[in-house]
């Protein structure tokens, strides 16, 4: 089954105590992003990948850091994670950039910094 | 002003009835995509449009590109079509292939 696959689903935790939320998906897509999602805001772009080592900053990258050195993974890590981190976060992929396919997304991962 | 702008932010509808979303954005778009997202659930792609109008079982989603304009519409809603809808829009001259989200419309359906 084509899927775009979160970890954890859920994780509350402290200021400062470096996390990582792991994204794989099967699909051997190009394009994969991260969102956040917080209330009245909407979903934003944190940092996205075109490519396995190429990688860019969204609308809200500060306090993120991405790599992508396979295809199918995109961590999301947060060095020293504050309390404004606390959101849910959604890691999507598309087959490529601007492709005419929508963009699959993962079942979200809630994170509550404390 | 935001971009993509949605109404109603919030709508409930009895069983049967027929729902209307719209969808206005301010800039060029090379497309527009529909997203559905359940409470405590992931988002699904609805539809993704450029032009025209796209059917899909019960649902409907329809674009005016000169008027900057889209809608989704249900037919014989269900409670289970109770959900999140979120219009984005792939702006033209963004890098990067960035969607620019509304920020939803949390729709009710009451059996």
């Known amino acids: 089954e084509a899927q775009v696959t979160q970890n954890p689903r859920y994780?509350?935790?402290?200021?400062?105590?470096?996390?990582?939320?792991?994204?794989?998906?099967?699909?051997?897509?190009e394009y994969m992003s991260w969102y956040r999602q917080d209330p009245g805001l909407g979903l934003r772009q944190i940092y996205y990948s075109m490519n396995v080592e190429v990688t860019d900053k969204g609308d809200v990258p500060e306090g993120y850091k991405v790599s992508r050195k396979e295809k199918r993974n995109f961590p999301l890590i947060l060095e020293s994670p504050s309390p404004n981190q606390t959101s849910l976060y959604f890691c999507a992929s598309r087959v490529r950039q601007n492709s005419n396919q929508p963009q699959h997304f993962g079942d979200g991962t809630r994170l509550s910094i404390l | 002003k935001n971009e993509v702008e949605q109404s109603p932010q919030n709508l409930t509808a009895q069983e049967g009835e027929f729902i209307t979303i719209n969808c206005?954005?301010?800039?060029?778009?090379?497309?527009?995509?529909?997203?559905?997202q359940h409470p405590g659930g992931g988002i699904v792609s609805l539809f993704m449009l450029s032009s025209g109008k796209k059917k899909h079982g019960r649902l409907i989603a329809t674009i005016n590109i000169q008027e900057k304009h889209s809608?989704?519409?249900i037919t014989a809603s269900?409670?289970?079509?109770?959900?999140?809808y979120i219009?984005?829009?792939?702006?033209?001259?963004?890098?990067?292939?960035?969607?620019t989200f509304g920020t939803g419309t949390r729709l009710a359906v009451r059996p």
């Open chain 2, 71 to 73: 809608s989704l519409h």
């Open chain 2, 24 to 36: 206005s954005y301010s800039v060029g778009i090379s497309a527009l995509h529909w997203l559905q």
């Open chain 1, 11 to 29: 994780l509350i935790t402290v200021t400062g105590k470096k996390l990582t939320v792991t994204c794989s998906q099967n699909m051997n897509h």
């Open chain 2, 78 to 84: 269900h409670p289970r079509d109770s959900a999140v």
């Open chain 2, 87 to 99: 219009c984005a829009v792939s702006p033209k001259k963004s890098s990067g292939d960035k969607l």
